[in-house]
């Protein structure tokens, strides 16, 4: 178990923290004229955390070819060693959310274990039936719970099924379910069969839900299907979400969406019924990009945010996870660095007045209104983001540390780049 040395993370942080004291001060008098109290503030980011997907810390991918990153994990096991470093430098990802069957193993006991010597737990289970695994009887290539074959949707029943069974091993309690059933024809399929079955799988799947367990049901307008997807948009996720029931609910990954839609007024939608279950965190430009969260559209972020933080009186219990494709970074630089845009994003919706919001609203004073999110969104945060950080231990400067620290060059050496390594685009 390699780790960043609590030694090197003090050391650099002592040698930051006069400028952060000075930070820090400067920021929470700025706050307090505004009536925010900045250790209110720095609870909240210390309370906030994001699951990093376990194939998140390996190289992506594009649809053309994939370079691999030198070090990379080999296996669960390097996976979750990778995590660690995330979370023993940032303090903000207590989980990690892992893919059936990239990280399948032969005691899920002993990797729970494992994981937590890290200090980490396990989130949502991700299940996989867009691509064929080795010694599977049917294929994906036409779908899998909505494929027209049934012993084909079975077996994506099954392995569903499979992936809860492993979950309560892990002492996770959610199921993420995505799908790349559609079709690339007109006239391929029957739009509406392919929805029916998928219901009627998905209902097979919920059944083995126990009763502490969500489902959450993930939608993507395109890709790999490019004419029909039968779960396309937030639309036919809440048809399904209802049709299950109420341990189903709706995930919202901000990459799945047309182009210019407004996925905050979506999160608001799916909040007012009940059904909105967390996100996948990452950004674009285009499509499903799958870019660094906050990298491209921090506003965006911050306005899904702002949608939170303003119903959080509704008790809201959200999974949050990053979910990128780390094709020219190191996966462990951008990961940390998301999380901390997350984090930034998550606290700065923290500093809107509600109440002087509302009375804005309600007296059309439409500038006034807009000028509370702006005066919330311009505002730096990180000094609250560090002291967050370094009061659990964590790095005022987490790439700079981990950088300082030689871990990617010390698994080069351990790790020898091998040929396959799973990537993750969904
Ligand atoms: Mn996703």
Redesign the pocket.
Known sequence: MTEISTDLIGTLNHQAAEAQAEDYAALGRQLARRGVDIEALTQRAINWTVAIPTWGVGTGGTRFARFPGLGEPRNIHDKLEDCGVIQSLTRGTRTVSPHIPWDKVSDYNALRQEAAQYGLGFDAINSNTFQDQVGQTKSYKFGSLSNADAMTRHQAIEHNLECIEIGQKLGSTALTV?VGDGTNFAGQQNMGRMFEHYLDAMRQIYEGLPNDWTMYI?H?MYEPAFYSTVISDWGSSLIAAQALGSQAKC?V?L??HAPNTNIEQIVARLIHVGKLAGF?F?DSKYGDDDLDAGSVDPFRLFLVFNELVDAEPKGLNLAY?I?QSHNVTDPIESLMSSSMEIARAYVQASLVDRKALTEAQEANDVLAAHRMLKAAYITDVSPILAEARARQGGALDPIATYRASGYRAEKATERPMVVGASSGI?
């Open positions: 995505w993930e993507k995930l990954d990459g799945h996948h990452n996870m979910d969904v």
